[in-house]
């Protein structure tokens, strides 16, 4: 036997091993994995090379390779059972419709140009599976499994979906074994058999990926949720410390005419780090503002601030302050990293401009930001957990009909945000 003819016999195999590849969760990697990763690839060709060696039946051998597929996923990688279905179910989907699309390739053009042997199939079969591959890459794999553990809407999808296409291959397997080859039928018989079981195979890897879409969305909520919960539980607590602050500057000023030259200089000075507040008419952006801005002076940051906040009444305060707070904060982060004092100014804008709130931030940014359908990608190393901060504020600016526009140019980053200042507007 050929080194093509055994490659090809083993082709199974081989495209499950490839396939699986584009599923691996590489973020849960059990301990030693190297050695077990060499270990369990090697181990599941040897046993599926034996299968074939022994002639055992195709149908066995279909059930006998996605068990061992899953106990390779098992043995590298430290996952919950319904993820290694998951895994492993995609892994075959993938193999079987690289397979399924060579071979509708190759059985027509084998027939009519009457061309035998196996090294115009492998090349096919390779070219396909690269190609097939690179498109479940781009479509599923960088933009899902690149995101950390993925949960599930539904359990029962994951496992009905593993099952459907484990017994729709047995099928087509026993379908194809019963056509007569002879027959002038033949080939338009397996074009279609083979283009159902593709697109059965697409539907199983959609459905699949549907299904943790959905659960993503649904977590993606919660979490701006949770985010909104706790700036709101933060305005209280700034509202009351700003009370504080008033009680004590008017405390200060009482003092102030009754004390000695000394006493007044020591007052003074209390006085001008009391008085770093802001009156736009809008008690949340006053807050807001007052509370950043000694953020800014710690880091030796000026804020240039302009701002009508009475533009903003028609919004919950808390919303105002989640909003404002999230855009500052995130200038703030950015220009801690500059070392050019000159160019750590964030300059704030809100006012009023056609029924419309306009408020717009700008400073300057070191870096590119990078973009992704329109959507900020945060640069922190832990990309699971950060990068709503962006999205918090998108989202506050839609509950309201409202837009958050994100662009850069010239080293400048800005954020503009309009909503709609209607009488008849209604916000639950």
Known sequence: MSVIEYIFSRQVQIGMLFA????????????RFITRFVLSVASFLVVTDLCVRWNIESKVRLLLFTALLMALYWICFECSFIHYVFY??????????SSKLAYMIVVPFSVKRNIAGYSFALVVLVVVSVLVAIAVYIKYTKPYLTKGNLQFDNAKIVLYSGFFLIAAIYLSVLLEDGFDTGASSYTT?????NAFCILFALSILAL?????????LQQENQILAGLLESDRQQYEQAKRDMEKINIRYHDIKQQYTRASEEERSKLEEEMAELNLRYFTGNKAVDITLTQKSAKCNEAGIMLVCSADGSCLDRMKHYHIYSMLGNA????IECLEQVADEEKKVITLDIHKEKNMAVIRVENYTP???????GDLLTTKAD???????????????EIYGGIAHIFVENEI????????????????
Not at 21 to 30: G, H, I, S, T, V
Not at 88 to 97: G, K, L, N, P, S
Not at 417 to 424: F, G, K, L, M, Q
Request: charged letters at 20%.
């Open 189 to 193: 018989s397996y074009l279609c058999l």
């Open 383 to 397: 990309k699971r957990d950060h990068g709503y901060g962006v999205k918090s504020i998108q989202n506050t600016a």
């Open 208 to 216: 699949e990926y549907t299904n943790f879409n959905t659960k993503q």
């Open 367 to 373: 870096n590119q930001p990078l973009f992704k359908d």
């Open 20 to 31: 699986a590849l584009l599923f691996m969760p590489w973020k849960q990697k059990r301990e």
């Open 328 to 331: 500052l904060d995130n200038a």
């Open 88 to 97: 492993t179910t995609c892994a075959y989907a993938v193999q079987h419709i």
């Open 413 to 428: 980053f800005y954020l503009l945000i309009t909503i709609p200042c209607s009488e008849n507007l209604t916000v639950n």
